[in-house]
Nanobody, 123 residues
Framework: QIHLVESGGGLVQAGESLRLSCAAS????????MGWFRQAPGKEREFVAA????????DYAASVKGRFTISRDNPKNTMYLQMNSLKPEDTAVYYC????????????????WGQGTQVTVSS
């Protein structure tokens, strides 16, 4: 069992930056793929980014590629999402997730989820 807690959300102006954190407790997530999803009001949850534990290049949604960077610090059991050049369209609740480390696919089931952190980007 892995318990995930997101933090770092808040209110920012367009063009500014935020760094989200996802802290894990319980078992280490070193052998898990770690990902970020987001859901805006009235819209479907969408994939944002994933860090693949086997060392492959991170997977990014086209809408955030070049602006967001995912990373992890295994000794701290913490994963991050650096969000630069934020746009109002990035406004959403952001969720941290973990996937058991089999062959990676963003569409495979994600086994653990955090409760989410709100990111609001104003014009």
């Amino acid at each position: 069992q892995i318990h995930l807690v997101e933090s770092g959300g808040g209110l920012v102006q367009a063009g500014e930056s935020l760094r989200l954190s996802c802290a894990a407790s319980g078992r280490t997530f070193s052998m898990h793929h770690m990902g970020w999803f987001r859901q805006a009001p009235g819209k479907e949850r969408e994939f944002v980014a994933a860090d693949i534990w086997t060392g492959e290049n991170p997977d990014y949604a086209a809408s955030v590629k070049g602006r967001f960077t995912i990373s992890r610090d295994n000794p701290k059991n913490t994963m991050y999402l650096q969000m630069n050049s934020l746009k109002p369209e990035d406004t959403a609740v952001y969720y941290c997730a973990a996937q058991i480390g089999v062959r990676y696919s963003r569409n495979q089931p994600w086994d653990y989820w955090g409760q989410g952190t709100q990111v609001t980007v104003s014009s």
